[in-house]
């Protein structure tokens, strides 16, 4: 496949990936409300996710996503240091001073550390019924704001939680500017109103995601 099929694979997923990430914010403000609505609420919309036939369908395209990021960015990343196995000597535009475009690999090693732990904390106990203290809400589903609740009552997990919407912030931050270029958005006024963009969307994921575990453990 060539680089350019790679480079559009890489995109196209990520993009895909930044909208679930935008429905899994959203989803998430409701444990910010007080305990006797979230809890209803959250359970509710963690049921619809498991017994919907069609986000069955949405969340398989979810997790292929993910490996076709991982591998496809591997395969990108691998082929442009056999290209130029020496640092830039020119810097153009500025784009190679920037931190986060120099280190997308090692941020996403962080991300992927951050998802394989946050799916055995939440898919594996909710979806397997793995581990312990997955109890029944009145409905007789699984209690998904309890084990939520639980969690984020565990100093250590807040801050593994919180810390790591850091480098996701970076990450969303350089993914979402380059991933649209890659698809062809390349106009001088567009690429600020891009980058202006991307920064937004990368600011409000980060700390969304990062001042939820941090609530929920003073509530
Ligand atoms: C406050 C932070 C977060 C909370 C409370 C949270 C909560 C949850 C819960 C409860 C589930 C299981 C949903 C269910 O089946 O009922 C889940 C699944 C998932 N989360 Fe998160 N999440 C958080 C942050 C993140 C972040 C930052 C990412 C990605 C970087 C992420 C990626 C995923 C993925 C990929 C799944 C599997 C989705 C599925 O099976 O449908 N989560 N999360």
Redesign the pocket.
């Known amino acids: 496949m060539s680089l350019f099929l790679r480079k559009w694979m890489v995109a196209l997923t990520g993009l895909f990936l930044c909208i679930?990430?935008v429905v899994?914010l959203s989803a998430?403000c409701i444990?910010l409300l007080p305990e006797a609505v979230a809890r209803g609420m959250y359970n509710a919309y963690?049921t619809l996710?498991?017994e919907s036939p069609l986000i069955k369908v949405v969340?398989y395209a979810?997790?292929l996503s993910?490996i076709l990021h991982v591998v496809f960015a591997l395969l990108v990343t691998i082929r442009n240091r056999r290209a130029k196995p020496t640092p830039y000597a020119v810097n153009h535009h500025g784009e190679n001073s920037q931190w986060a475009a120099q280190n997308m690999g090692l941020i996403g090693i962080f991300?992927l550390v951050?998802?394989v732990v946050?799916?055995a904390n939440?898919?594996a106990r909710?979806?397997l019924g793995m581990g312990e203290g997955v109890g029944l809400d009145a409905q007789g589903y699984v209690d998904?704001y309890a084990?939520?609740s639980s969690l984020f009552h565990n100093p250590y997990y807040v801050a593994f939680?919180s810390l790591l919407?850091i480098p996701?912030g970076f990450h969303l931050h350089h993914g979402l500017k380059s991933s649209l270029k890659t698809l062809g958005f390349y106009h001088r006024s567009g690429l600020r109103v891009l980058a202006r963009v991307s920064l937004f969307y990368a600011l409000i994921m980060s700390v969304g995601?990062g001042v939820?575990?941090i609530i929920v453990y003073f509530k």
């Open positions: 679930f990430l899994h998430n444990l963690s996710l498991r969340a979810l997790y993910i991300i951050f998802i946050h799916l939440f898919w909710i979806k998904v084990v939520t939680y919407m996701l995601f939820i575990p």
